[in-house]
């Protein structure tokens, strides 16, 4: 068994509480990453793990084994924990040949000549470094310096890998390669993963699992397109790029099927169907979140047989990105962002209509006052999760 568990795992530094109460279970085989901006508490998670820092509540276990209990005293050093890790800065060793950084883990547990070299030859091959053996470290680009270390760890095949932004250094092309690389031989070798980043696109991109986390909290764990589509709530919708964001209140609400409601709402000049994970009281505030790239534009009202939101405008900006559009049309409630297609093209005060389907609105609870305070404190934490963010953490952590 590799898989890692985290129980109620909190670290403060004085008063201040970097981490807060993170429960999660991380599956054998599986890939999961932390995101979450700046300063949220993914390094410090990913450190607790790694056991380079120690948790100051709470309880983690890799494998059958519990590696750190702050109740008990239990604390494992990092280095018999035998975990692959790669960090954001590659320390590799400058002083020393591709094979002599490749092999240094190997090394360091005395294992005979003959099998330190026919293991790097072979994990070299895997991140199709074969050809670097002799290379002093320092003379290699980023990507292939990035190689080494990701080779590194996984030389003496630990069962669980922990990465923190390994590929942040790359340009562009060579992340989103590196990558797709590296989860391949993920899946290959069948590795227990935790990943840290703040790219959501290389988040959705690599992980069977998504944990979001803002100021030291779980926000939520889910499959990338459900937490990219049904948000638990707005800190999580809004962390993913520019959606539109709309205060509305409940009039009709009914059950669609197990995973789904369907309300009416209000808003400033606008009403209809949208969709949310939970019944909502009539009257309640909510936030109706929709994707730019979900709004539909025209010169003339559209579908008006199909279940959705409508809204008039006018056009009062585009910019053309390469593979989209980006039209601001500011309507009766605000300015609406949508992302159309780069052949359309949209002429600066143009009236229009903008539709939204049913099933692209998705409502979130509306936020509380002070969502939008600075980091928890000890004593204060639960003032500073948005409401109904409790009930989706516990309801996404517990699957
Ligand atoms: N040793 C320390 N002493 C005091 N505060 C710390 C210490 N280490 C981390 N912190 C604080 O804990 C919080 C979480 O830090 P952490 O490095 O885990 O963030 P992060 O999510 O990895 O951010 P980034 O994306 O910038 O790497 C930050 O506010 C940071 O300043
Ligand atoms: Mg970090």
New binding site residues.
């Given amino acids: 068994m590799s898989n890692v568990v985290l129980e109620s795992v909190s670290r403060n530094?004085?008063d201040?509480v970097?981490?807060s109460s993170l429960d999660l279970r991380v599956n054998e085989g599986e890939f999961v990453t932390l995101l979450?901006?700046?300063?949220?508490?993914?390094?410090?998670?990913l450190r607790m793990v790694a056991g380079l820092e120690q948790n100051t509540s709470g309880r983690i276990s890799i494998g059958n084994e519990i590696v750190s209990d702050a109740a008990r005293g239990i604390f494992v050093p990092s280095e018999r924990r035998r975990l692959g890790m790669v960090f954001q800065s590659y320390a590799i060793w400058p002083h020393m040949t591709v094979f002599e950084n490749v092999a240094y883990p190997l090394r360091v547990r005395r294992r005979p000549n003959a099998e330190i070299k026919e293991a790097v030859a072979k994990t070299l091959h895997l991140v199709e470094m074969e050809g670097f053996a002799q290379r002093p470290a320092p003379a290699l680009s980023g990507g292939q310096q990035q190689r080494v270390a990701i080779a590194r760890a996984l030389v003496f095949e630990p069962k669980v890998l922990l990465l923190d932004?390994p590929l942040s250094n790359l340009d562009a092309k060579l992340r989103l390669q590196m990558g797709d690389e590296f989860r391949a031989i993920q899946k290959r070798l069948g590795m227990t993963t935790l990943y840290?980043t703040?790219d959501q696109s290389e988040a959705m991109s690599l992980s069977d699992r998504v944990v979001v986390?803002d100021r030291?909290r779980i926000q939520q764990i889910g499959a990338p397109e459900d937490i990219y589509r049904f948000p638990a709530n707005r800190t999580v919708a809004a962390f993913f790029g520019t959606p539109n964001l709309l205060d509305a209140q409940v009039t009709a609400c009914s059950r669609i099927d197990g995973q789904r409601v369907r309300l009416e709402v209000v808003g400033r000049g606008w009403s209809g169907p949208c969709e949310a994970a939970n019944e909502v009281r009539l009257g309640q505030s909510v936030t109706v979140m929709v994707r730019p790239e979900d709004a539909r534009i025209a010169s003339i009202d559209m579908a008006a047989d199909e279940q959705g939101l409508r809204w008039s405008g006018r056009v009062a900006h585009t910019t053309f990105r390469g593979a989209t559009r980006s039209v601001v049309v500011e309507t009766n409630t605000g300015q609406f962002n949508i992302d159309a297609s780069a052949c359309n093209k949209y002429v600066i005060g143009d009236d229009v209509s903008v539709f939204v389907p049913q099933q692209a609105a998705w409502a979130v609870p509306a936020p509380v006052a002070n969502e939008a305070e600075g980091?928890v404190r000890r004593g204060r934490a639960s003032a500073a999760m948005p409401a109904g963010a409790a009930d989706a953490r516990s309801r996404n952590t517990s699957s």
Avoid at 36 to 45: E, L, Q, V, W
């Fill in positions: 530094f004085g201040f970097a981490v979450g901006p700046s300063g949220c508490g993914k390094t410090t998670t932004e840290v703040h986390m030291g980091h």
